[in-house]
């Protein structure tokens, strides 16, 4: 297959690409705190050249001069501030790179060098293991060094009904300061809990259905690999398995181990590779939908219960009542994920929503006004 008309410059690209990865890769095998992860990153920089020289034999291919082969300025300053703030600070962004390498190079799996897309995801996999995945930050965790509870669950429970709260107290307060009727305004708040249930019940399913199906995508990928590279599979799991602390022989055992059966295989890889559990992808979609619309609606309704029962000023006085104490309690409990203190979290969340729904309120009285 014919190269791409832009062939050349793609080529010179991603050629400096693996010198900048490698560079990198090296600097922060310099300043690991141990041999065996030093090692981890030594031989990720040894994929990187090994993918340089393709693209320095494409580049000759061509019946071009190859470029002066040093690091970009974007790779030196990334280098610098490992060095001065430690590798943390550049590992996302080597993890996103290699993501994006992955996807880069799908194409030119087509044009005759596989393997090269799978040596990307594999290296994106294995700084995340490195990012996350080492002692000193679980015992961080114990140690109470970091308060934030990052809780997918509680996070949705939050933030769902907070949205509802929010949202719906804004909506009637508009209606409210238009000096419609009672009917009108339940009939309005009724609405917009429905509408705002039944949306976010709609996002919350095609969110976690599009994960589902792109993790499913993902297991059939590693399935592919495991069958057409059992030793690059075996090797990423050495790797994967020495970035939790694991030496050498060991890991070497335990992949052994693992690869004699296809499917235990693939599952382990997929759990440690992709931090995914076949059996539950995610959870299920329906589930997360009926608590999105439930938690949603249980915020939209603090703000119209008073309507139910009482009318006028009175009904707006307990809506703002009621609807300040659940933004109060609201935010409050957005300091259990942030860390943040109990009292600031509170006051902002009930300083945003009062603001909120004052505006909403002067524009409906506006909107009133010129209508009557």
Known sequence: MAAPPDALDRYREYLQAEIDSAFLYLTLAELADSEQLAEVYRRLAATEERHAK??????????????????????????????????????????EQEALDSHTYDEYERLGEPGMSADERSHARILRTIRGGLPGSELARFEGRHRAIGGNALR????????GLLSNFSL?????????????????????????????????????????ELQEHQIEVERAELAEMP????????????????????????????????????DTLVREELGIDPGELGGSAWTAA??????????????LV??????GTAAVALSVALSAAGLFGLGAATALITGRGVAYSGMRQLLIGVAAAAITYGVGSLIGGVVA
């Open 54 to 95: 393709v693209w320095r034999e494409r580049v000759r291919s061509a019946g071009a001069e190859l470029p002066p082969e040093r690091p970009t300025r974007r790779a030196r300053a990334l280098a610098w501030l490992a060095r001065r703030l430690g590798p943390d600070f550049v590992l996302p962004t080597l993890v």
């Open 156 to 163: 949705a429970a939050v933030l769902g009904a907070n949205d």
């Open 172 to 212: 009637i307060m508009g209606v409210a300061g238009a000096e419609l009727s009672n009917e009108s305004i339940l009939i309005t708040g009724i609405a917009g809990l429905l509408a705002g249930a039944g949306s976010m019940a709609l996002g919350e399913w095609i969110s976690v259905q599009s994960s589902r």
């Open 231 to 266: 030793d690059e599979e075996r090797e990423e799991l050495v790797l994967i398995y020495e970035a939790k602390g694991v030496e050498r022989a060991n890991a070497e055992r335990l992949a052994d181990r693992l690869l004699a059966d296809r499917e235990q295989a693939l």
């Open 290 to 303: 009926g608590a999105s619309f439930a938690l949603f609606a249980i915020g939209a309704v603090i703000p």
């Open 306 to 311: 008073s309507f139910i029962f009482l009318s």
